[in-house]
């Protein structure tokens, strides 16, 4: 040991207790990427004893291992004494923090003063081959983008698929990516990225790629008990066998893929990252236990960012013709035509099924479109019934190539309670039938009163012979909802003119219900049967009392004998609208039945409840009373399902929520 050392040594050991109390403890040490961490003397023994045990290896001789506990407490003499000059002085902040440069020039000063040379060489050798494998490494698969664009994700622990770069290794990103993606704290985020960096290089590995990097991580964490963190850190692989055979290998899993091609291979690839994603990222670990299980069904693992399926109305893009649709660059004006109308419906269906995993259903469609087949004949509303299916049976451009999965929803009449609904006819206006029997557009112009639900009174004006009179008033009450001024009604009554509503089109309605009930038995130019658009058929009592919905009703009980095309839905209850064959629900907001266009629902998310593995279940609870634990496994499954449709909502709210997300589309 140097005189100046043992005199150092001497006058602290020296020093008086007052003047020892009054030397603060060490506040931890900085590393060399500026954070501080806990100081731990066992590191310092841990690294002096690998340089003892390197140099025993190398000269075969027997060394002193307890070295390394000397040299850590002479370390830590040396930096709380006050008259070494390695003591470490509080900083603007009051805190004593020792740089790892400066312990580690320390550990090699004590290490040649102790009289071992060698392992003080050994010491330094260690520091040097570090650092030097530090330079050495390199990332590939980071871009230089910022982490906001998710376009180029070049952050360490994600993988970049369109860059290719190599840069130079960063401990400090993976300790970064710890704690900013779980709990973890600093001090074993950096434990961790400095194992992972040890593993890299003992294998001498010259260039590792992110995704190794992001697997070495999940080990280290798994290894030390924190599996629970890995849901943010966790990795989507796809195998590569996998790939080859989706590209030439039509997959057997949607039927409704017709033939293997690029957006099926491209749909693929993504349903199988994204249902991990969904299992680990949407639904909770019971969730994903009972799917993983069987115990449910959870559908369409592979539309995460999806709602299931909705019910649309035709009624709004008559009123408003194709707008604010975000995926679209143009805009269209209100149809004037039959033929204009097929087709907005037909880019609005395809528009809103990227947001949707299953069925669009359209309610009421023989009798919305009727004021636009006003004085057509039999032939031409079957020219037009077929326009409109062979539009939505051939539209095969959405998720992978499949056609629009389209529920087209009729009826053998007009239901009452849309029989005094005021029409929306050609170029989106309402009509006034004038005393003369003719028709006019209406100007709609809505008040700042509003109803219940926020929206704004309408008014409607006729403007004849220039003059704008008023011929429509809407009012709102608790006690009957949305009504009509009375006496704005007898003014009409009395110049004998009436609002045009859809009681006004039953004939019309009727006859094109009887127009796509042939096409669909036609089927295609072979006789195929149309998948899609699927038809609906609405049975409510008038279906069946009614002579001339009876004949109908017939008709569509035959097509069901042909091909089997129809699908029939009871209206128990009185307004019913249907989504996806099955999917019902009741209408009871009267804002609703006055204004269609306002129509639509959706359902959030589809599970299936495995009924004879719950029946297993309850037999293996041995129990003298096995019905009462069958139906006890069935209660408990269905509020798993029913917690799965929250869980789906609660994120669908997120991704709805803001321009930019994917369902903004549906949200706005």
Not at 505 to 532: I, K, M, P, S
């Amino acid at each position: 040991m140097s005189k100046g050392a043992q005199s150092s040594e001497k006058e602290f050991a020296m020093a008086s207790p007052a003047t020892k109390k009054t030397v603060p403890p060490l506040d931890g040490f900085q590393k060399r990427s500026g954070v501080v961490v806990r100081f731990e003397k066992q590191k310092i023994e841990h690294a002096v004893r690998m340089a003892i045990e390197a140099v025993a290896r190398t000269s075969g001789d027997e060394r002193d291992m307890a070295i390394s506990s000397k040299i850590a407490d002479r370390i830590v003499e040396e930096l709380n004494n006050p008259g070494s000059t390695h003591y470490v002085h509080p900083d603007s902040d009051g805190k004593r923090v020792p740089k790892i440069e400066e312990i580690q020039d320390l550990v090699e000063i004590l290490l040649n003063q102790s009289g071992e040379p060698l392992v003080a060489a050994a010491y330094k050798q260690y520091r040097k081959q570090r650092e030097t494998s530090r330079r050495r490494i390199r990332v590939r698969g980071e871009g230089g983008k910022s982490d906001v664009d998710v376009t180029d994700a070049g952050l360490l622990l994600v993988e970049s698929t369109s860059q290719n770069m190599a840069l130079p290794w960063d401990r400090d990103r993976i300790v970064k990516q710890i704690t900013e993606k779980t709990d973890l704290p600093a001090e074993i985020a950096m434990s961790v990225a400095k194992s992972v960096e040890n593993s890299i290089i003992a294998g001498e590995i010259r260039t590792v790629n992110t995704t190794l990097i992001r697997e070495l991580v999940n080990n280290e964490l798994a290894e030390r008990g924190h599996g629970s963190q890995l849901r943010d850190l966790s990795l989507y692989g796809i195998p590569r066998d996998f790939v080859e055979k989706l590209m030439f290998t039509k997959s057997t899993e949607n039927s409704n893929i017709v033939n293997n091609n690029p957006e099926a291979v491209n749909l693929g690839i993504a349903e199988l990252v994204l249902k991990q994603w969904a299992l680990d990222t949407i639904f909770s670990p019971e969730i994903k236990r009972a799917h993983d299980t069987g115990a449910v069904h959870v559908h369409d693992l592979g539309y995460p960012h999806r709602v299931y399926c909705s019910s649309h109305s035709i009624e709004y893009v008559k009123k408003f013709g194709l707008r604010n649709l975000v995926n679209l660059n143009t805009e269209s004006k209100p149809a004037r035509s039959a033929s204009v109308l097929t087709g907005h419906l037909n880019t609005f269906l395809a528009s809103m099924q990227a947001n949707y995993a299953g069925a669009l259903g359209i309610a009421y469609i023989n009798i919305l479109y009727a004021p636009f087949l006003e004085g057509m004949d039999a032939m031409a509303m079957k020219q037009i019934a077929q326009e409109l299916i062979f539009n939505g049976a051939q539209n095969a451009f959405s998720r992978g190539g499949q056609t629009l999965f389209l529920d087209f929803n009729i009826h053998a009449g007009v239901p009452r309670y849309l029989g005094k609904v005021p029409v929306i006819g050609p170029g989106g206006r309402y009509l006034l039938k004038l005393a003369d029997g003719s028709k006019v557009g209406l100007e709609e112009a809505l008040r700042e009163e509003r109803d219940g639900s926020g929206y704004r009174l309408m008014d409607l004006y006729c403007n004849v012979d220039g003059e704008r009179r008023l011929v429509l008033r809407e009012l709102c009450s608790e006690a009957e909802g949305i009504s009509y001024d009375k006496e704005v009604e007898a003014e009409l009554a009395r110049r004998g003119e009436s609002i045009v509503t859809y009681g006004d089109y039953t004939r019309e309605a009727q006859g094109f219900c009887r127009a796509l009930l042939e096409v669909w038995a036609d089927g295609d130019r072979a006789g195929r049967v149309f998948e899609f658009p699927k038809c609906d058929f609405h049975v409510s009592e008038e279906t069946l009392t009614d002579p001339e919905q009876y004949a109908i009703f017939m008709d569509a009980c035959r097509l069901a004998s042909i091909n089997g095309s129809t699908y029939f839905i009871f209206d128990r209850d009185e307004v019913t609208l249907s989504a996806c064959c099955r999917l019902r629900t009741t209408i009871r907001d009267n804002r609703m039945l006055t204004h269609p266009e306002c129509m639509r629902f959706c359902g959030f998310q589809n599970v299936t409840v495995n009924i004879p593995q719950a029946a297993y279940r309850a037999a293996r609870r041995k129990t003298d009373n096995m019905l009462q634990a069958f139906y006890s496994e069935i209660d408990d499954t269905m509020e798993l399902a029913a917690t799965a449709h929250l869980e789906k909502k609660k994120r669908i709210q997120r991704m709805m929520s803001a321009p930019g997300h994917p369902l903004w589309q549906i949200g706005q």
